[in-house]
């Protein structure tokens, strides 16, 4: 336990003395250096290049394939409508992203105390991963009709999986001999738990959240287009049907731009709640 | 430096390459011999006629070699439009919204001559009588552009007010108001109304025609016209092959069913209800006044299509609303029929 070694759960470390680690910073707010994101921004602007200029050249008819600047242009133009959409679909995915995740920590904790839980409950989790989400969305809509339930169901049995193997896996990747030292000294199990296995898993456990949070979004939106009031699932049905590609791809812009935004936002949760988990992700990641 | 630019000139000309054999698509691209249909639905009694024409073999007569394409989430008339499919079954308004927004397909049949649809609410609700009573309820719709729309003008030709929820469900809508979680919804006749019958959830209807609401053609064939004009005599041939199915299909609705169900083995549950829905459209939707199956008038395109673009809900090529009606005698053609 002197050195450090990466995946040591650097509970006797200070937490807080994570050594400044110039030009390896993964995302979020003012530590972000320019010379990061140059490479994502050059291909994404090649990219569009490409298209914009293909579609120009070609003369393709928009129907097919619309430019970008149109698409940007009639998304734009229609953005009180998309953000009404973009609205329901945020709220759907937030809310059944709270209940995985309470759910994920939940029986994760469970099953880290009780190897018997352990054997009932992961392949249970792992059933729930098998399930065609295309045949069970209409089932869920005939069940619980077509309010929020059904779709935070939808988004809840998609995020649930990463979430609970990851915490599960983040805390059986304790450190032992940490643990045997804390047990020598006459720690319960609680504390153990609360001192070794629960920050060692952190680093995993926003692994896991990243995952999740990033299928939730088309999560909900999938869930939307099986049946709902509004959301970006059912403007995207409607626009599709009306032969806007345009604004189908604008919807699916605004739906990667939410996905991002909440995938950055883990970054910035994570600073907060585990600043070691930063060290340790990256170390990985090496 | 000048490496650096010849590598992402490189990247350029290969992502290029890239999407044009991934959007390269000739109109009629694919096997020159043979005609590619796109279904809209699984196959029902709308698609009687290309069934008979296929068992009965007159596409073959007409030294047509014709490939049906599965019902998938793709519009038909996108299919048509990109030319992944040389005909397709389409509805009056998607027609409508297809070729307004600059969409090269063209209407050239239609198997039904009326509206095939009624809104349907469960027969033993006593609070709907009429159109009036759908105010504050909730309709399962499809999705489809102009849906509520139409609804609405219904429902204030009968006095109403037109304010309802709408809640997109596509294919559950139905089964959302057999169960009471939804109030109304569009149903075909000649299908889910028989099968609400067979499955004991009788429905009742109320027609657009009964409330001031133009007639339209539930159903029309669609072609991609750059094929068309590329190959007039083979779209004639083909059309026409077609037509004579579709008129077996009014004359003989028994004989005609029982293709569908030969045509596709196991695809029906209920194959009572193939026939008691042939039947129904023979007597009821499929004839001209002269008894003949397929043409098509200007005045009733105007009639439908017209409301659409007076609701202002068509948008041209530019992504902007239609600033003129246009010429719907550009949106369909009797051309490829055979003559009377």
């Given at each position: 336990m002197t050195t450090s070694p990466p995946r040591s759960g650097s509970v006797l470390d200070n937490p807080r003395r994570t050594e400044p680690d110039p030009g390896a910073e993964t995302g979020s707010g003012r530590s972000v250096r320019?010379?990061?994101?140059?490479?994502?921004?050059?291909?994404?602007?090649?990219?569009?290049?490409?298209?914009?200029?293909?579609v120009e050249i070609s003369g393709i008819r928009p129907q097919l394939l619309p430019s970008p600047s149109r698409v940007v242009g009639q998304g734009w133009a229609h953005r009180d409508e998309i953000a009404v959409h973009a609205a329901a679909t945020l709220q759907v995915t937030l809310t059944g992203f709270a209940v995985s995740l309470s759910l994920a920590w939940l029986l994760a904790v469970v099953v880290d105390f009780s190897p018997w839980l352990r054997r009932a409950f992961v392949p249970l989790f792992v059933a729930s991963q098998t399930l065609p989400i295309i045949a069970i969305a209409p089932l869920m809509v005939i069940w619980f009709g077509f309010g929020l339930l059904p779709k935070v169901l939808v988004v809840?049995?998609?995020?649930?999986?990463?979430m609970a193997i990851g915490l599960i896996e983040g805390f059986a990747a304790a450190d032992r001999e940490a643990g045997a030292l804390l047990r020598s000294m006459g720690a319960s199990r609680g504390q153990v738990f609360r001192y070794v296995r629960l920050p060692s898993a952190l680093p995993r456990f926003f692994t896991a959240l990243r995952i999740g949070i990033t299928y939730a979004v088309v999560g909900a939106v999938f869930a939307e287009y099986v049946g709902a009031r509004e959301g970006l699932g059912i403007y995207m049905s409607l626009q599709k049907n009306s032969f806007r590609t345009d604004l189908v791809l604008a919807a699916v812009l605004v739906t990667a731009l939410i996905s991002i935004a909440l995938y950055l936002l883990t970054f910035a949760i994570e600073r907060v709640v585990a600043p070691w988990a930063r060290a340790e992700n990256r170390s990985r990641r090496g | 430096m000048s490496a650096r630019r010849g590598r992402v000139l490189a990247v350029v000309v290969a992502a290029v390459a890239v999407l044009s054999a991934l959007t390269g698509c000739d109109a009629g691209g694919g096997d020159d011999r043979t005609i590619r249909f796109a279904l809209d639905w699984t196959p029902n009694t709308n698609h009687t006629g290309l069934f008979v024409a296929q068992q009965r073999g007159y596409f073959a007569e007409a030294g047509l070699d014709v490939e049906i394409l599965p019902y998938n989430n793709t519009a038909v008339d996108t299919v048509i439009d990109a030319g992944n499919?040389?005909?397709?079954?389409s509805t009056h308004n998607s027609s409508t919204f297809s070729r307004a927004s600059g969409g090269h397909t063209l209407s050239v049949l239609a198997p039904l001559q009326r509206w095939a649809t009624g809104i349907g609410v469960k027969a033993d609700r006593a609070d709907i009588t009429r159109p009036k009573?759908?105010?504050?309820?909730?309709?399962?719709?499809?999705?489809?552009?102009?849906?509520?729309?139409?609804?609405?003008?219904?429902?204030?030709n009968d006095g109403g007010t037109g304010d309802f929820e709408s809640v997109t469900l596509g294919t559950s809508a139905y089964e959302a108001v057999y169960s009471g979680r939804a109030d109304f919804t569009v149903s075909y006749l000649a299908w889910e109304g028989i099968e609400a019958e067979h499955n004991g959830t009788p429905m009742k209807y109320f027609r657009y025609t009964d409330f001031g609401f133009p007639d339209s053609y539930a159903i029309v064939i669609d072609a991609n016209e750059d094929w068309l004009a590329a190959d007039p005599d083979r779209a004639a041939r083909f059309v026409q092959a077609l037509q004579r199915g579709y008129q077996f299909a009014a004359d003989d609705p028994d004989a005609a069913a029982q293709d569908l169900i030969d045509a596709n083995p196991g695809a029906f549950n209920d194959e009572k209800l193939v026939f008691e829905s042939q039947r129904m459209l023979a007597e009821q939707f499929m004839k001209g006044p002269d008894g003949r199956v397929g043409a098509q008038?200007?005045?009733?395109?105007?009639?439908?299509?017209?409301?659409?673009?007076?609701?202002g809900l068509l948008t041209g090529p530019d992504g902007a609303p239609l600033a003129q009606e246009p010429d719907w005698s550009t949106y369909f053609t009797d051309d490829y029929l055979s003559s009377p």
């Open positions: 320019i010379g990061r994101v140059i490479p994502s921004v050059v291909t994404v602007a090649v990219l569009v290049a490409v298209w914009q200029a293909y809840a049995l998609v995020t649930f999986f990463p | 499919a040389e005909f397709g079954v009573d759908l105010d504050g309820k909730t309709y399962a719709g499809f999705g489809d552009p102009g849906e509520v729309e139409a609804l609405q003008q219904v429902i204030r008038t200007r005045e009733q395109w105007a009639a439908n299509s017209g409301f659409l673009y007076e609701k």
